[in-house]
């Protein structure tokens, strides 16, 4: 069965300077990968997403991620964060192994220290 | 709005009580999801639908739970007898698509069971 862990439960890091949030996955078969992304009193969103093609992926807020097969990973990164980014972010993944439902992490707190 | 809204945002209720939880869907979105997300944790999948039928409700804990979408737009998950346990906050999500896994999420409904 497929499962998500985000090694980190909060990371603290202060502002403009850059961050990892770290994702690893399990699974036999091809998956399609996610970060969301739940702002403090708001519904969680879409952060980005990795179906196909290239392995660094774009995705809003200056954040991207990196899918890496062999290590079974899908690190999520910024440069250059902002008080504004403070949030829990969400690792999850679909494929064949879950018929195609998310399967989540237990989410990593973003804290940004001024 | 045009997002995903769920009503009520905040229930409190006593033990063996029965619960309502509504969710508005994004027009035009065909698949709903119900999740669970307790603190600390990401969110546990209990049931999505494609249309009016239920695809896959293999995530309800257990038969105190149960959901509708008689007109394949509004939802209501219903919890019967409700349990301390039963405290968490219930999110709902709508997609266009069942395969790219980019879901839109309500704000949630917390329950908190006495």
């Known amino acids: 069965a497929q499962s998500v862990t985000q090694l980190d439960s909060q990371v603290p890091v202060f502002e403009e300077a850059p961050v990892e949030l770290r994702c690893n996955y399990s699974?036999?078969?091809?998956?399609?990968l996610f970060w969301y992304v739940q702002y403090p009193n708001q519904g969680l969103q879409l952060l980005l997403k990795?179906?196909?093609?290239s392995t660094l992926v774009k995705g809003i807020n200056g954040f991207e991620a990196e899918f890496n097969k062999s290590q079974t990973s899908f690190h999520l990164r910024k440069p250059s964060v902002h008080i504004s980014d403070t949030a829990e972010y969400f690792c999850?993944?679909?494929?064949?192994?879950?018929?195609?439902?998310?399967?989540w992490g237990a989410g990593t707190k973003l804290i940004i220290k001024p | 709005g045009a997002g995903v809204s769920q009503t009520p945002s905040n229930k409190v209720t006593e033990k063996g009580k029965y619960v309502e939880l509504r969710c508005d869907p994004i027009?035009?979105?065909?698949?709903l999801y119900w999740y669970r997300q307790s603190l600390g944790q990401g969110p546990e999948f209990l049931i999505y639908?494609?249309?009016?039928?239920?695809?896959?409700d293999s995530g309800l804990p257990n038969d105190r739970f149960f959901a509708v979408r008689p007109e394949g737009s509004v939802s209501t998950l219903k919890i019967q007898r409700t349990e301390r346990g039963d405290s968490a906050v219930y999110l709902c999500?709508?997609?266009?698509?069942?395969?790219?896994?980019?879901?839109?999420f309500g704000e949630g409904s917390r329950l908190t069971v006495l």
């Open positions: 999850a993944v679909t494929g064949a192994d879950s018929n195609y439902q998310l399967i």
């Open positions: 990795y179906l196909s093609g």
């Open positions: 699974s036999s078969v091809s998956v399609y």
């Open positions: 999500a709508s997609s266009l698509t069942l395969d790219t896994g980019e879901l839109f």
């Open positions: 639908f494609q249309g009016t039928g239920a695809a896959d």
């Open positions: 027009s035009g979105h065909t698949a």
